[in-house]
């Protein structure tokens, strides 16, 4: 298993985090995360490394921008 910690501009409610929640339940891959408007941090545990691209092409897709 892989840990990342990605920062993620753009959250500014809870609106956009549920967004994301709502998009992340759609990829396989992912172990565990823990996702934090305060912070706009998204840490997460994926298998493989290569799941990490498609979660962060699909949170940039929303309209946010992902910082590895």
Known sequence: MK???LTI???HCEG???RIKNVLST???ISSYN???EDKKLEIEVK???VIDEVAKKIE???FEVLK
């Open 3 to 5: 840990r990342y910690v």
């Open 9 to 11: 501009e753009g959250m």
């Open 16 to 18: 956009c985090v549920n």
């Open 27 to 29: 990829v396989k891959g």
């Open 35 to 37: 996702l934090s408007l």
């Open 48 to 50: 493989k490394d290569k």
């Open 61 to 63: 897709n929303l309209g």
